[in-house]
């Protein structure tokens, strides 16, 4: 993830407040009325001490016995219940607003463009969406709604004390700047100490996803401790910044604490000389270092509440900086939806460039492919083929020059429909840990179960999944790992069958598959192509001689094209070069 924007802090209050607040106003509402029912409560049960103690215990009044004892139980139960509700509206609402925060997230994820998706690890991605959601939901639930509650307990308290003694509470000139110093101090210490544990954050989720991706690799080059102490020094200096941000938090109350015990001495010390000269009754005496107890402890709270907020603020900034990333691949206004009559597919002069600055993946491109056509592309490695096949479904958009489908620029027609009428089959397809006819059926969560048969049948993927102890509800498990690697492509070829797109696109579908495998496969593909627009990539030039079109592309330009028997007749061409060095006759396959 991209280092949050400098957004005002009045700015990222508001939108929180404007997005996960407001639409919830009803579950604040009561939070927010129990919160101050909680304060007037509190500050209600420190002022009936002063005549509570006068009448019941000096002044012995009739009948104080039994009411006073039962007048601050029922202010205490009162309390304890508005504390309840508060508490039960502040966890609905957070778990709602993490929710929120979390789909939101993945929503502007998983919609982004294929650059900036691939420009960062998907570590970083999977920390916003679990950390900073936690972080923006203590801020915008029980920070506010408690902050809100203390805050007022506070001023209740004050309250109190002026009402009991003007004189004594002037120590509160003092009290109020010096605690509001303490708490400022330690929250720009937390700011600090969170930006550095978001950013470690990220880097343990990469360092851990990273290794477990790669494990074959990690446990063949026996580099299972190179990687516990690479992610033990990400955890190290994780543990670090969070270290600093606990220990500004933990600082910041026993200092509040510690600022208050020092003014209650005081205030005990001038309290006690004026009731030595008859200036002061219990009762108020009471009273007052109750609210001033009182006071002290909300505003221990309030220190502890300072940091959580300042915690929230950081992780909304970085998470609102990722919400306004807009892609650069969307539609134009007034896009029309994709229709398909013969299937051209044509590139004019098309060039491209991953960035401005980067050197050109592709220059001036010129190709056609027609719906029944199969059309190859070939070449070294880095040429630009799987980044042709990119442009056609936008994953990218061209850089220069045109990509049209009947005519049509594929920029001016709606996202969906386009990708509606393409299929991709690639060298590693792709699988979801779900059942195989999930798998089948993603594009078409719709299709009945006889229509998924019959494409498991067409890709020849029906016998060996009849096989399998559960059939079609078979799990598949991560990436597919409980399948073959034969198996996982015809899974992936049903699932384009299913589909049925007027326009197919290959990238390199049996290059990794063994020769019974590929055989197989070879003949599901080739049902698969029939009547479709196919444009299909291959290393392995024995799989495109009965192309009816060849391009060879070489350092992202057009180098030769033809079919097979005429490229192979340009002895000196880099296409006959490629055969030549694969063993590949001059004549095409029967």
């Known amino acids: 993830m991209s280092e949050p924007a400098d957004l005002p802090t009045r700015a990222v209050a508001a939108r929180i407040a404007r997005t996960y607040m407001a639409p919830r106003w009803k579950g604040w509402t009561i939070a927010m009325i129990a919160a101050v029912a909680v304060a007037y409560l509190s500050a209600n049960l420190i002022q009936i001490l002063e005549p509570a103690i006068n009448d019941l215990l000096v002044n012995h009044k009739p009948g104080t016995l039994l009411s006073v004892p039962l007048t601050i139980a029922g202010l205490a139960i009162a309390r304890g219940l508005a504390q309840v509700i508060q508490a039960s509206q502040v966890n609905r609402i957070g778990n709602e607003v993490v929710g929120q925060v979390q789909v939101q997230l993945f929503g502007k994820l998983v919609r982004a463009d294929l650059a900036r998706l691939r420009s960062a690890h998907t570590g970083s991605f999977v920390s916003s969406v679990l950390y900073d959601a936690g972080l923006i939901r203590e801020a915008a639930t029980a920070g506010i709604i408690n902050y809100t509650q203390h805050l007022l307990t506070v001023i209740g308290a004050i309250v109190v004390m002026v009402g009991n003694d003007l004189m004594l509470s002037l120590t509160l000139v003092v009290a109020a700047p010096l605690s509001t110093w303490v708490m400022r101090r330690f929250s720009k210490r937390t700011v600090k100490a969170t930006k550095g544990a978001m950013a470690e954050t990220s880097a343990l989720s990469t360092a851990i996803m990273e290794s477990l991706d790669g494990v ?207 299929a991709l089959v690639t060298q590693e397809p792709f699988l979801f840990d779900d059942t195989i006819r999930a798998n089948i059926s993603y594009a078409r969560p719709d299709a009945t179960e006889a229509q998924i048969i019959e494409a498991a049948k067409a890709a020849a993927a029906h016998d060996f999944v009849s096989a399998l102890p559960s059939g079609y509800d078979t799990i598949v498990g991560e990436a597919g790992a409980r399948l073959s690697g034969g198996q996982r492509q015809r899974i992936a070829i049903a699932r384009a069958f299913l589909k049925d797109a007027p326009i197919l696109l290959l990238d390199e579908a049996t290059s990794a598959l063994d020769t019974e495998s590929e055989q197989q496969v070879q003949a599901a593909l080739s049902r698969l192509m029939a009547g479709r627009a196919t444009i299909l990539i291959a290393h392995r030039l024995s799989t495109v001689r009965g192309a009816d079109r060849i391009y060879v592309i070489e350092k992202g330009q057009v180098v030769e094209q033809g079919d097979h028997a005429s490229l192979m007749k340009k002895r000196g061409g880099l296409y006959a070069r490629l055969a030549r060095s694969q063993d590949l006759d001059a004549e095409p396959a029967a």
């Open 216 to 422: 074959r690799v990690v446990k063949i080059d026996n580099r299972e401790a190179y990687e516990e102490a690479r992610v033990a020094e990400v955890v190290k200096r994780r543990q670090r910044f969070l270290v600093k941000g606990a220990n500004a938090r933990a600082r910041a109350a026993p200092a509040t604490e510690t600022l208050m015990t020092v003014i209650t001495a005081a205030v005990i010390a001038y309290a006690g000389w004026r009731s030595q000269s008859g200036g002061m009754n219990v009762g108020a005496f009471v009273a007052f270092i109750g609210a001033l107890g009182l006071a002290s402890q909300s505003l221990r709270q309030l220190a502890n509440l300072q940091t959580v907020m300042a915690e929230g603020l950081s992780a909304a900034r970085r998470l609102f900086a990722a919400l306004d990333v807009e892609p650069e691949v969307r539609e134009r206004p007034g896009a029309k939806a994709l229709t398909i009559g013969d299937g051209v597919i044509r590139f004019e002069d098309v060039g491209f460039a991953y960035r401005a600055e980067d050197r050109p993946a592709l220059r001036g491109v010129d190709l056609e492919v027609r719906r029944g056509e199969t059309v190859a592309l070939v070449g070294p490695s880095g040429g630009g083929k799987t980044t042709i096949l990119n442009l056609i479904p936008r994953f990218y958009d061209t850089s220069s020059g045109k990509l049209t489908i009947d005519g049509t620029d594929v920029r001016d027609v709606t996202l969906a429909s386009l990708r509606d009428h393409v």
